[in-house]
């Protein structure tokens, strides 16, 4: 493949993207597997709706959010004082709290694609990611390690606590508009943009 292929995919798409419609992410909201009351068992902690972070450093609030998606059901692990990887569908996201106790508290949601080096040699890769954040609104793409790594982070903005279900849809919307990205590409893109696993791998 090209990578001149690659590079007009990527530009083409910035003119027709959007962000997923609210239609569209609530058909996925209800797709996603519920448990019943009777199939849990009673002496499993309480998932909670709301984790409470006020007055928290980003290293305390990072262990109070890990431990709450724990509780939530979800694969999640410490991959730094700070930060929680977690498991949505077939892709990890890094959660980084940011906490300010004179504004409005944040949580970093990032994803992480190696690039080959083919393509990190390109000089309009720099371009494809100015058009992507000039373009769609979903997420903000940055260029890492003298182009080996693209990293996608979005923000959910809140003050002292923050909603589980709502970093769940954060989530779901972001996810929603990288498959939309993934959809236009052509075939055989995953040779040069590969999810980086954040995940530990689980030996069978």
């Known amino acids: 493949m090209k990578l001149a292929i690659i590079i007009a995919a990527i530009l083409g798409l ?12 609530e058909g996925e909201l209800a797709k996603q597997p519920s448990v019943s009351a009777a199939s849990t068992d009673a002496r499993a902690p309480v998932a909670p709706k709301v984790v409470q972070l006020a007055g928290m450093t980003n290293e305390v609030a990072a262990d109070a959010l ?9 694969l999640a692990n410490k991959v730094g004082p700070d930060k929680v990887a977690v498991q949505f569908g077939n892709n990890d996201f890094m959660l980084e709290p940011s906490m300010n106790a004179a504004g409005i508290d944040r949580i970093l949601m990032n994803r992480f694609y190696a690039v080959h080096p083919q393509l990190q040699a390109s000089p309009e890769l720099p371009a494809v990611i100015g058009e992507l954040n000039a373009k769609l609104n979903f997420a903000k793409f ?12 979005g923000t959910v903005t809140f003050a ?20 939309q990205i993934a959809q236009s590409l052509p075939d055989g893109v995953e040779q ?8 530990p791998v689980v030996k069978s």
């Open 160 to 179: 002292d606590k923050v909603e589980i279900e709502e970093l769940r849809r954060f989530m779901l919307w972001t996810d929603g508009g990288l498959a």
């Open 66 to 74: 890990y431990q709450a998606l724990l509780n939530a059901n979800y």
């Open 142 to 153: 940055v260029l890492r390690e003298q182009g080996a790594v693209i990293q996608i982070q």
């Open 192 to 199: 040069y943009l590969r999810p980086i696993p954040l995940m």
């Open 14 to 25: 910035t003119a027709c993207a959007a962000t997923p419609s609210a239609s569209v992410a």
